[in-house]
């Protein structure tokens, strides 16, 4: 019967059925060398831990409910913010790799964080598959999205809902979400090699008859609630037909909550994050005090010091035709405007025919994104430019090009498919050079003579 199995009979185990399989099918599957638990409790996840690990490390404030501790396990009494940093410095000293941890300890934002924080930092981490306990707590979550996992170097894979929590039932866990697994795969050799980031999916739990709702039941008060709030009666008095359109109600919610729109406000956009700080760096380091400056798509770089500044404002401005008059400027700034002309040749030529000899010419366009037509405003959408392709149509115009770089990702590419997404703390800035969706240059119209 399923009470005889020890991972599932033992009742000093404070997490549900589906987690402590989910727990004991990663470690068994691992077999660690070297594992660390932190958040001891009474013991339960940390036997089955030293279960499958040669070697065992628990960190918790006090070890007094811990009983029969397992031989090939060492407890670790104080707090993980002093204890953790000593004992990933030990390894790192002795070149052991940590390499399974479970994070189950301190549940406040700032404790999270600084656990995870200091696993991502220490050299002790460099192959490590990390668990973290509780990933639907609000603190736990905040602490883990905090801590950035996504960005860091070392990672290539970190799904926040790895096993997915639900929603509590009765007392004090009544409508809290809870438990859930966040996981973070750590691979320095492999990040260092240029290998791809892992992608990993979402998996679902059957939930416990007594704390939690069942599936069904935290899917339909979750629709409930929702078309509460959007005052969306349909959603709200669903009869059995509304039910099975839940399912595909709630993917497009949480679709949203995983990448909000970002409007029109490009400042915010997720896939022009990396883009506007280097065109930013760029313009700096040009000293724009003294400065002469034209942009030709809206006025996002209007606030900047220049000495003086021109609004040449697409598609009102023609730029595939000859520009009127001889006035030239210093800096010329054409940012997501090439896809929409109908002659990116002449335009390019325009380009420079618009910025002084010696002047600076700066340039962006997307490339995997979605076709986005403005005809409103009297703009197709017609072009992508590889950075290749965009190296070659500036210097056939006569342009000097300095830099060519691009960015994107697929998680990227994968967001902007409904909406321009915002950009948050919990998406990823690492970037994919077969994957651009902003492709960009800084180039120079030579001096004269």
Known sequence: MIGELEMFGRS?????LGERAAL??????MKPDLSIEIGTAEGGSLRRIAAHSAEVHSVD??????????DNAELHSGDSAQVLPGLLTGFAADGRNVDFVLVDGDHSTEGVRADLAALLESPAVGQTLILLHDSFDADVRSGIEAARPADHSKVLGFDLDF???RLGKLGAFADRLLGGFALVIVDAVAAADGVEEVELGFWTLNPSPVLFHDAHETIRRGAERVGRERGDRAVS????????????RIAAIADALRFPDGGTDSERHWQRAVLNNVVNEYIASLQPTRRTAAEISGETHARKPWREYSSLMYPDFDLCAPPEGSRRFDVVICEQVLEHVDDPWAAAANLRALCEPGGHVIVSTPFLVKVHELPLFGMGDYWRFTPRGLRTLLERAGLEVERV???GNRQCVRGNFNRWSAYR??????NEPDFPLQVWAFARNAPAG
């Open 237 to 248: 008095r669903a009869g059995l037909a509304g039910l099975r359109r839940l399912p595909g």
């Open 12 to 16: 000093d185990w404070q997490m549900s």
């Open 24 to 29: 004991e099918g990663v470690v068994a599957q």
């Open 61 to 70: 404030l006090t070890h007094e409910l811990v009983v029969d501790c397992p």
């Open 163 to 165: 096993v997915p929590g």
């Open 405 to 407: 770089e691009s960015w």
């Open 425 to 430: 703390p919990w998406h990823s800035l690492r």
